[in-house]
Nanobody, 117 residues
């Protein structure tokens, strides 16, 4: 089984920064793509950013230039550095990882990010 543990959410003022972490525990499998999603009440979960195993990054347009995704394959950990935060970035952020060998993907429990104006 694959377990994901997220950390780093919290309350910050507009213009501030937060760093989210997602650690993949208890797995013997190589991790493929890793992704960050976010969700606000009443809306669908949306993809914020993704990173391949070899480090290719992608970002949703509204976060380009403000967020940076990274990963440490040796630690099976992914990060999301969020700078210049805006109130509209407020959401529950979820990490998601792909495990190619079992053709599956797994979700973290979510971490709340709140940005005050």
């Amino acid at each position: 089984q694959v377990q994901l543990v997220e950390s780093g959410g919290g309350l910050v003022q507009a213009g501030g920064s937060l760093r989210l972490s997602c650690a993949v525990l208890r797995t013997i499998y190589d991790i493929g793509d890793m992704r960050w999603f976010r969700q606000t009440p009443g809306k669908q979960r949306e993809l914020v950013s993704s990173i391949t195993r070899d480090g290719k990054e992608n970002y949703e347009d509204s976060v380009k230039g403000r967020f940076t995704i990274s990963r440490d394959n040796a630690k099976n950990t992914m990060y999301l550095q969020m700078n210049s935060l805006k109130p509209e970035d407020s959401a529950v952020y979820f990490c998601n990882v792909v495990v190619p060998v079992v053709s599956g993907y797994y979700w973290g429990q979510g971490t709340q990010v709140s940005v005050s104006s």
